[in-house]
Nanobody, 126 residues
Framework: QVQLVESGGGSVQAGGSLRLSCAAS????????MGWFRQAPGKEREGVAT???????RYADSVQGRFTLSQDSAKNTMYLQMNNLKPEDTAMYYC????????????????????WGQGTQVTVSS
């Protein structure tokens, strides 16, 4: 079965950096979209970045230029390098996968994604 396991979260001060990892298993990694989402307390889960089957990457405007999505297909692992972190980046971060969600104009909506990890907490203090 599909499994997604996130790691790398933690607590940092504003301006700091973290690198999240998402290890995937149980399916053909290269045939699926992959995405990073986050959910702050009291807010909806929203898409942060996504990569499609051809390696094209899209970002939410709020993280463009600060976050970088990458992957190691040989390891079935996706990463999110987060630099210049801000207090408003504080959230639970999730990775997700789906066959086609990343091709939608609404890829940032959680309803389009079928499989989810358990999440990793990121806390940024000012």
């Amino acid at each position: 079965q599909v499994q997604l396991v996130e790691s790398g979260g933690g607590s940092v001060q504003a301006g700091g950096s973290l690198r999240l990892s998402c290890a995937a298993s149980g399916y053909s990694y290269n045939r699926y979209c992959m995405g990073w989402f986050r959910q702050a307390p009291g807010k909806e889960r929203e898409g942060v970045a996504t990569i499609d089957r051809d390696g094209r990457i899209r970002y939410a405007d709020s993280v463009q230029g600060r976050f970088t999505l990458s992957q190691d297909s040989a390891k079935n692992t996706m990463y999110l390098q987060m630099n210049n972190l801000k207090p408003e980046d504080t959230a639970m971060y999730y990775c997700a996968t789906d066959r086609d969600a990343c091709y939608s104009g609404s890829w940032r909506r959680k309803e389009y994604w079928r499989y989810w990890g358990q999440g990793t907490q990121v806390t940024v203090s000012s």
